[in-house]
């Protein structure tokens, strides 16, 4: 059975890159990559969530003096840990 399968899969896989795809939908690449990519940040954030850490990935509107404030007194103030990165 599993033979059969590897087969049907060398199979389309030939097919599809006889059709020649990129051709065809080849403008799509960019904006799946870029949506991929944003995909894979949200779930990179949502695994490093830290207490006491401002969340500060995305806000609309922007005070630096305030972030740099924060940064300042929260760095003084805290302990390193390793953080895990997902792929």
Do not use: Q
């Not at 599993?2 to 199979?11: C, G, V, Y």
């Not at 949200?42 to 695994?47: D, E, K």
């Not at 609309?60 to 924060?70: H, V």
């Amino acid at each position: 059975m599993s033979a059969f399968i590897i087969k049907i899969n060398a199979f389309i896989k030939g097919l599809i890159l006889c059709i020649r795809p990129h051709k065809i939908i080849g403008f799509l690449e960019k904006p799946f990559y870029f949506i991929a990519n944003l995909i894979k940040l949200s779930r990179w954030i949502s695994h490093n969530k830290v207490e006491g850490v401002l969340d500060d990935f995305f806000t609309a509107k922007r005070d630096y003096s305030k972030d740099l404030n924060y940064m300042t007194t929260s760095l003084k103030n805290t302990t390193y840990t390793r953080m895990k990165y997902y792929t």
